[in-house]
């Protein structure tokens, strides 16, 4: 996590001025477009918006405390005009610079981020890296909005909307790894921002043709990181993205890529605990011979 902590260090010392993601991707060793997507997944919010949040949480300070003239302080923290400081300070404290000078005005705060490794629940991860030939993911599908924290209620709906019929139809399809039902997350919204979408799936992997009525997504050759948990659900399934976006790829020479992220789960009778894998697209750096 070392990693990630000194990123966040590098934003707090520039908040006063131009804040290099690229630089930031550099430090947890890995591409931007892959920092954008972790970051997103473990603070549940685009890195623009953390940073956003932050200059406008120090520079409420700097407006309360009233010595300066709201476009000098809008300037010192990278702002080119009041104007477009006025609306970012209200989109974050929901009121402008000058409501906010008067007594017994509420702000916001957003805190500086900590990432440590805290997980619950889960007695083992492991992973491996397998190389699959082209397959078919054919099921049912979704469009759902993305929701960070709590129950996902499209999912829900959409899960509960799926015949039992129809999930014995898409268990007897599966035919290869990952095997069973299978939950799908694909086409995500680049920066997977708190109400942006993806398209979301009840499927199987296999070879075969889709029914009738059934969504069928061609899944290329190539190579996949299998994360593998046990543990009390749903803790154990949330600790394996945590470890891919926080541990995993910042130590090895991979990058995820876009494609299907698939979970594989099966659950003991009490429904209480769980065996999940979760399979995530991947392709190796140049520190890896990619022929």
Known sequence: MD?????????????????DVSALARLVLTTEFHFRRIFSTLAGMPISEY?????????????????????????????????SFTRAFKTVHGL??????????????????TFRLHVEGSSEISYRIVRKDSFKLVGRTARVPIIHHGTNP?????????????YATIENLSDQEPLGVLAVCDNIAEDRAEGSS???GIAAATHRSPPTGHH??????????VLSSTGVFPQAVAAMWFQAGAQWFPSNPYRLIPGPEIVQASYDPSGSRVRAELWLPVKPTSRLDVA
């Not at 402008?96 to 981020?113: D, F, H, I, K, V």
């Open 3 to 19: 990693q990630w902590n000194r990123a966040i260090a590098e934003i707090e010392n520039h908040l006063d001025g131009h804040i």
């Open 154 to 166: 499209a999912m829900v709906e959409f899960e509960e909307s799926i015949s039992d019929t129809d």
């Open 198 to 200: 993806m398209n979301y």
């Open 96 to 113: 402008t610079p000058e409501q906010a000078r008067r007594e017994g005005a509420t702000l916001l705060s957003q805190p500086r981020l």
């Open 216 to 225: 069928c997504t061609e899944v290329a050759a190539g190579t996949w990181l």
């Open 51 to 83: 940073i956003r949040r932050r200059r406008m949480t120090v520079a409420a300070a700097a407006i309360l405390e009233g010595r300066e003239k709201i476009d000098t302080i809008a300037r010192s923290y990278g702002y080119t005009s009041p104007d």
